[in-house]
């Protein structure tokens, strides 16, 4: 991928979101630091300015239309083009819950940021995507969510824990497939990312998770792969996953 890339990455206010800008704006990227508050995603790209990259704020709550399609018209306006999307916000891991007793309007609120604000922000930037000769989607998923897990995260590792994430990333993973299939032949790579356990919270990392630079690495692996890159796979660390 050239230098100077326009990227755009969603949830990006702190955890791993942050860090993928931080890495981003390192590489040289423009990178546009969106979150549901529009002062913290000004804050943080101050932060990140003051480290000597180019990151505008910018509000995007990924749940709602309207904030989408105004993020939509200030991007066209502003460059016209848009080359890497991260979707990267998303949460909701419900390690206590079980499929037969987790609340409905949980599992709706679960599978509405983690896969459908994620296909929402792709269609809305789709057509400035298709603008790009090196567009990259990025769709931040979960081994949670994957049949065939590892280290204990996984749909059939996990038990009954964590219902609707692991569902929600299921999906998620699986809509990567559906989209990377149509965009096959496009100047537009599609992939889906596990960051692995990684510590966002405090104490994880007492726990075994690992820095968040790491995770982070992960999902910028897969938003600057060069044009013969891969499209529809699910990775780590530049390595397949199962899933
Ligand atoms: P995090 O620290 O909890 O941050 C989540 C981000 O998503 C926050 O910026 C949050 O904004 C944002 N967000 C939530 N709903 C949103 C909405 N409707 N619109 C826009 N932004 C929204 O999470 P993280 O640990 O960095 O995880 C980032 C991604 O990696 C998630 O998709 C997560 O599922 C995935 N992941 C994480 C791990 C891990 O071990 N950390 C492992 C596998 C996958 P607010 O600050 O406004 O709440």
């Not at 949830?11 to 969106?34: K, T």
């Not at 939509?72 to 306006?77: A, K, L, M, T």
């Not at 709706?108 to 789709?126: K, S």
């Not at 660390?237 to 199962?242: I, K, N, S, T, V």
Request: some cysteine; glycine content about 12%.
């Amino acid at each position: 991928m050239n230098d100077k890339s326009i990227a755009l990455v969603t949830g990006a206010n702190r955890g791993i979101g942050l860090e993928v800008c931080r890495q981003l704006a390192r590489r040289g990227s423009v990178v546009l630091l969106s979150a549901r508050d529009l002062a913290k995603a000004t804050a943080a790209a101050a932060e990140l300015t003051q480290q000597g990259g180019t990151v505008h704020g910018i509000a995007l709550d990924v749940s709602d239309d309207k904030s989408v399609a105004a993020a939509v018209r200030w991007i066209e306006s502003k460059f016209g083009r848009l080359d890497v999307l991260v979707n990267n916000a998303g949460g909701n891991f419900d390690i206590a819950n079980q499929a037969s007793t987790v609340a409905m309007d949980y599992v709706r609120e679960t599978l509405e940021m983690n896969l459908i604000g994620a296909w929402r922000v792709t269609q809305a930037m789709l057509p400035l995507l298709r603008q790009s000769e090196h567009g990259r989607i990025v769709n931040v998923s979960s081994q949670a969510g994957a049949f065939d897990g590892a280290g204990g995260f996984g749909l059939q590792l996990m038990g009954g824990a964590a219902p609707a994430y692991a569902v929600s990333k299921t999906a998620l993973t699986a809509l990567t497939v559906k989209l990377a299939a149509e965009l096959r032949g496009s100047n537009i790579l599609v992939n889906v990312v596990c960051p692995g356990w990684t510590a966002t919270c405090p104490g994880a990392v007492e726990q075994g998770a690992r820095p968040v630079a790491e995770g982070a690495g992960s999902v910028v692996w897969a938003a600057m792969l060069p044009d013969d890159g891969p499209t529809g796979g699910f990775f780590r660390d530049g390595q397949p996953l199962r899933w």
